[in-house]
């Protein structure tokens, strides 16, 4: 079973060499690897070249320049270029242990093919240390394993080509919330997905360079705009009493949100959650919170816990 490996590039000449070289280590032999260099102003080009030409498997790099137009675009571009039944898309600062491929390529094959696979994968920090680990198995309701987060990540997943094309491939205007927006319109077509409990990709969090470290705002918006897609989605097929833990996770989010855009955060609150809403104890919203919001009401209980970080949530 051929798999294509996509990776857009922008400016990654230090990562790229230790993302293609776990590449070319997989053990799974019918690969190909699409490079999209996005317009970088480095010699990332070089180095996939030199790269490809050093190797014994290097035949099967294809660099492909384009003129910047951000990740999901590049992502897009390689797809479009790619023949495989399956697709894995990486970034070019992470890294798959061998076994990854073969391993997702053998589930897929031992299971009818699915759609995706959900993989687990490791974080690591920019000097290598573990900073979460994520193992993922299927419990109870796929909406509600999107709506926490729960479906892995654009890394670990391995996608079913007929899929991605089915669905329209990526999104080019999201700047983040990129794969769960893909499995969100994936998942209104299909429950054909399969958890892999293995984990075997390493996904680097770069010290400088990356948009979910530079526009936070803005990645929590998108992040709470995609559960309210959900909500809405799926509020005439479930009873509001099995929306309410939809909801939770919403107002949850919202929470996270008001830190760093208090406006957009209310507007939310006012728009999204249902006419008579009251949380409930959550993981990140504790009783101490749920007195001072019936007392004060979301706005106040917020300015007030902004101000008194010793409260408990």
């Known amino acids: 079973m051929k798999v294509s490996v996509i990776i857009p590039c922008y400016n990654v000449a230090d990562f790229i060499g230790e993302c293609l070289e776990s590449i070319l280590a997989q053990d799974h032999e019918d690969l190909e690897v699409i490079c999209v260099d996005d317009g970088s102003k480095d010699d990332t080009s070089a180095r996939i070249e030199a790269i490809a030409k050093a190797s014994p498997r290097g035949g099967i790099i294809r660099l492909i320049r384009q003129t910047n137009a951000g990740a999901t675009a590049a992502r897009n571009h390689g797809f479009r270029e790619s023949s495989g039944a399956y697709i894995q898309f990486m970034d070019a600062d992470d890294i798959l242990l061998p076994r990854k491929i073969g391993h997702q390529v053998r589930l897929a094959m031992k299971n009818g093919a699915p759609d995706l696979i959900v993989g687990s994968f490791r974080i690591i920090d920019a000097n290598g240390r573990v900073m979460q ?85 803005g990645n929590w918006i998108r992040y709470v705009e995609l559960r309210t897609r959900i909500i809405d989605h799926l509020k005439d097929q479930r009873s509001p009493a099995e929306l309410e833990q939809f909801h939770q996770f919403l107002f949850d989010s919202i929470r996270v949100l008001y830190e760093h855009d208090p406006k957009a955060a209310l507007e939310f609150h006012a728009k999204e959650l249902p006419k008579g809403f009251r949380p409930s104890v959550s993981p990140t919203t504790r009783s101490t919170y749920l007195a001072l919001y019936n007392l004060l009401g979301f706005r106040n209980t917020q300015r007030l816990w902004s101000q008194f970080h010793w409260l408990t949530p």
């Not at 109870?140 to 987060?149: A, E, Q, V």
């Open 133 to 217: 680990e994520r193992y993922y198995t299927r419990k109870g309701d796929l909406w509600i394993h999107l709506m926490r987060t729960d479906l892995g990540n654009t890394i670990s997943n391995l996608w079913k080509r007929t899929i991605v094309e089915a669905v329209g491939g990526w999104d080019e205007g999201m700047r983040s919330s990129q794969e769960y927006d893909l499995m969100f319109r994936i998942l209104r077509i299909t429950r054909n997905i399969l958890f892999d409990t293995e984990n075997y990709t390493i996904v680097r969090k770069r010290a400088t360079g990356s948009i979910t470290q530079t526009n936070l705002g």
